[in-house]
């Protein structure tokens, strides 16, 4: 077990300076970065001055390997507008996304496991038949569209939410909504075809046979055995809970590293966007990390391999 | 079509369907599934708007008429209304499906064309060229895909060239992995050894037994990746980047309706809707075919 823990987590620092590398030769390779911080017409002794100055007459590979220096000691620059250290820039919004995505994470699950479960326990009802319908239709709305939506109807409409920002629990509401909608649909599709594999199962049918009552037979039989591959799915999806998170806040001009992101890509402020990439990737691998671990931890024939 | 077919009722079926041309296969299972029709339908559709579009649109989608501007929908015969210049949303739709259907499959031509290859070479080969392709994929995967596609688009720079150049880059791991998976169940099947006895060269076993079996996995993943980037790419104009206005897609056209979602509720729902239907059929006809060529994989 020890073995595996300590490979994953050599992966999980290859990913992050992977990602750091993939994206600092993007951003040398798609201009000089001088050109940011002169106006247009600045003169070309002025240019090779700062070009100087900033150190990127040097070798390519010199640049690089200052960078990666910095950038593992968490220093990656100053942003070039504020001129501000960019990691606690990044840091600072941490919270926010956080909040946004923990909080739609938790409603999607409060959502889809009972509807999930209740569906494959009613297969072919009513209730599985439009559950199913809801599932497939939320996998093809964009949840920017739907963040537009719920915007019209709540707050130019009804007026009863704002419209984006962040301070109170109603500006938060939105945005969750919005984020959990995909997750919803992915997560009670799979809740309902892994119980539909369960109750499928002989175990099911002699507890049912001697008499289990109903509510049990889920609870203790049915759901507990099909937790373990909804759990994977969920932590794998956590990336993807992440990247709908920015798409989100930029919807509801949230305050999360999302917008922070976008912002810093709109300005080519690539300081930010290069810290922003690292903790980012970090966090996922993180997640992917604890993920991988807990289900080696649970199923014993992943560590063997 | 006069077979001898052996008078066994529950094998007649099996045999006669193997006899029966593919494309008659094709719609016989078709029909019986009103979810794959529907896919089939929406993107029989989206197929015939994205070719013969510009002949289809009442008005030039491009043309502003800074008098009719922000008109609502059924006036002045404008179907879908007008935007924020006065242009006419139904002929932007109509030619933003050609955007959406150009990015959708040439990002799946070359990210399933290149994902293909590299799962190929890894899944044939093994050794230190698998660990290290695996490796690469590995870590990609481990970044989230709109956010790749995202990052790299701002950085080389939007335009419909550059967005299906990003979405090939953060789209062709998918089919590395799966290709390579199969590639390695088939190595091992016993008419893959029997060639290999029989002396049938590397690239005879590779391009005449591998790839035709590859054909099935292909199809399926490549059916199911189109609505990701379709959905992808709007998502990405939709911030900014992507298609540049004032060339019609749906991403943009929400992007440049969500400064007028307090007054002109038409701007940001149809194409909100088009991506919808679209995304829907997509979806389902992959679902379906999915469920029809490999039944393994049933319902997830």
Same mark, same amino acid.
């Given at each position: ?110 959502? &889809? ?5 209740? &569906?494959?326990?009613?297969?072919? &009802? ?180 | ?300």
């Amino acid at each position: 077990m020890l073995d595996f823990v300590i490979k994953r987590l050599i992966q999980v620092g290859v990913v992050v300076l992977l990602a750091l590398t993939v994206v600092f030769f993007l951003i040398r390779l798609s201009g000089d970065p001088t050109a940011l911080f002169l106006p247009p017409d600045a003169p070309r002794e002025q240019i090779e001055e700062y070009r100087e100055k900033l150190g990127f007459n040097r070798p390519i590979y010199v640049q690089y390997g200052d960078f990666m220096v910095n950038a593992v000691q968490g220093d990656f620059g100053q942003s070039l507008r504020s001129r501000e250290d960019a990691l606690p820039l990044v840091l600072d919004r941490l919270p926010a996304t956080f909040q946004l995505a923990i909080s739609a994470l938790v409603l999607s699950l409060l959502i &889809s496991i009972p509807l999930g479960v209740l &569906s494959a326990f009613r297969r072919n &009802s009513i209730f599985d038949r439009i559950a199913v319908a809801f599932t497939v239709l939320g996998q093809a709305v964009p949840s920017f569209w739907l963040g537009l939506l719920l915007i019209y109807f709540f707050a130019a409409q009804l007026n009863m939410l704002p419209s984006g920002g962040a301070g109170s629990i109603t500006h938060l509401l939105l945005p969750m909504v919005t984020l959990a909608a995909y997750s919803v649909a992915r997560f009670t599709r799979f809740t309902r075809s892994t119980m539909l594999d369960v109750l499928r199962k002989d175990y099911i049918r002699t507890a049912k046979a001697s008499g289990v009552p109903t509510i049990r037979l889920i609870g203790r039989y049915a759901l507990k055995n099909s937790l373990i591959p909804i759990i994977t799915l969920v932590a794998l999806d956590l990336g993807t809970l992440l990247g709908g998170a920015v798409i989100t806040e930029v919807v509801f001009a949230w305050p999360g590293i999302g917008r922070l992101l976008m912002q810093s890509l709109m300005n080519r402020d690539f300081p930010i966007v290069l810290a922003g990439v690292f903790i980012i990737a970090l966090i996922y691998a993180v997640i992917n990390f604890i993920a991988d671990v807990l289900y080696a931890y649970v199923n014993p024939q992943i560590r063997v391999k | 079509m006069t077979v001898n077919i052996p008078k066994v009722t529950h094998t007649t079926q099996a045999i006669k369907v193997k006899k029966q041309s593919a494309v008659v296969t094709f719609f016989s299972n078709l029909l019986r599934s009103w979810t794959g029709m529907v896919g089939f339908l929406i993107m029989i559709l989206l197929l015939f708007i994205s070719i013969f579009g510009q002949w289809i649109v009442p008005y030039d989608p491009l043309l502003a008429d800074f008098s009719k501007k922000l008109l609502p929908p059924m006036t002045d015969g404008h179907l879908l209304g007008t935007d924020q210049l006065g242009r006419d949303i139904f002929s932007r739709i109509i030619l933003g499906a050609r955007v959406s259907v150009i990015i959708g499959l040439t990002t799946v031509l070359i990210a399933g064309t290149f994902g293909t290859i590299v799962g190929i070479i890894s899944g044939y080969f093994r050794g230190w060229v698998d660990v290290i392709l695996m490796r690469i994929v590995d870590v990609q995967l481990s970044f989230p895909f709109i956010l790749l596609v995202l990052v790299i688009n701002a950085i080389i720079g939007s335009g419909l060239r550059n967005i299906i150049i990003s979405l090939a880059i953060g789209g062709w791991v998918i089919f590395a992995r799966v290709i390579r998976s199969e590639v390695l169940a088939l190595r091992e099947k016993e008419f893959i050894t029997a060639c290999v006895a029989t002396g049938v060269s590397r690239t005879g076993i590779l391009f005449k037994h591998i790839l035709p079996n590859l054909f099935t996995p292909i199809i399926i993943l490549s059916s199911l990746q189109i609505g990701t980037y379709i959905i992808a790419e709007a998502s990405v104009s939709f911030l900014g980047f992507g298609v540049q206005p004032p060339e019609p897609a749906w991403g943009n056209m929400l992007n440049e309706g969500k400064d007028y979602i307090f007054s002109s509720w038409w701007l940001i729902t149809f194409p909100g809707i088009a991506i919808m239907i679209t995304a829907l059929g997509v979806n389902l006809f992959g679902d379906w075919l999915r469920d029809t060529l490999d039944p393994e994989l049933k319902g997830e």
